[in-house]
T-cell receptor, first 107, second 119 residues
Framework: EIVMTQSPATLSVSPGERATLSCRASQSVSSNLAWYQQKPGQAPRLLIYGASTRATGIPARFSGSGSGTEFTLTISSLQSEDFAVYYC?????????FGQGTKLEIK | EVQLVESGGGLIQPGGSLRLSCAASGFTVSSNYMNWVRQAPGRGLEWVSVIYSGGSTYYADSVKGRFTISRDNSKNTLYLQMNSLRAEDTAVYYCARGVFGSGYLLGYWGQGTLVTVSS
């Protein structure tokens, strides 16, 4: 199975600044990589798929990049509603495992 | 509008059984790939099971042989039958629909239902 590793586990950033989250796959997943956002008490929400395509309704400040084994989620100019936990997930192979998550907290 | 509403969670003793339901509206369950994903308290997301539109089913190793995913087309509802429950099965269980032709790209999620396995 493909292991997904996210870094860092926790990221402290001030509102208005840029956040960069990383996700690494133990083997290539091509561009079949998604990012989800989860706020406390809520279900996850799909943000990015195909490594770089924003899902419907997702603001342009969210962007994804990468292919193969290295991926990045960038949030430019953080807003208060962006502080949450972010998960990457590969959907190239079975089982479709998630990373362990990165908690984005207010600095 | 797509909606997924889970139910059936609760407190159950170890070794017991529980059936979760996920009532769907705004689309047809049988025409889509439907998944169950769980999240233990304070932990990350764990994919549990999927049923393809054609009826094939797959499970995480941690639940294989104990959990069964199914659907009722007449009720447009997804189910997860959970047997031989263990403390480590304690989690919020979400149903989620695959999108964009991928069974595992989860574009729609329910609000989740909490299962607590404890004596």
């Amino acid at each position: 199975e493909i292991v997904m590793t996210q870094s860092p586990a926790t990221l402290s950033v001030s509102p208005g600044e840029r956040a960069t989250l990383s996700c690494r796959a133990s083997q290539s997943v091509s561009s079949n990589l998604a990012w989800y956002q989860q706020k406390p008490g809520q279900a996850p929400r799909l943000l990015i798929y195909g490594a770089s395509t924003r899902a419907t309704g997702i603001p342009a400040r969210f962007s994804g990049s990468g292919s193969g084994t290295e991926f990045t989620l960038t949030i430019s100019s953080l807003q208060s509603e962006d502080f949450a936990v972010y998960y990457c997930q590969q959907y190239n192979n079975w089982p479709p495992l998630f990373g362990q998550g990165t908690k984005l907290e207010i600095k | 509008e797509v909606q997924l509403v889970e139910s059936g969670g609760g407190l159950i003793q170890p070794g017991g059984s529980l059936r979760l339901s996920c009532a769907a509206s705004g689309f047809t369950v049988s025409s889509n790939y439907m998944n169950w994903v769980r999240q233990a308290p304070g932990r990350g997301l764990e994919w549990v099971s999927v049923i393809y539109s054609g009826g094939s089913t797959y499970y995480a190793d941690s639940v294989k042989g104990r959990f069964t995913i199914s659907r009722d087309n007449s009720k447009n509802t997804l189910y997860l039958q959970m047997n031989s429950l263990r403390a480590e099965d304690t989690a919020v269980y979400y149903c989620a629909r695959g999108v964009f032709g991928s069974g595992y790209l989860l574009g729609y999620w329910g609000q989740g239902t909490l299962v607590t396995v404890s004596s």
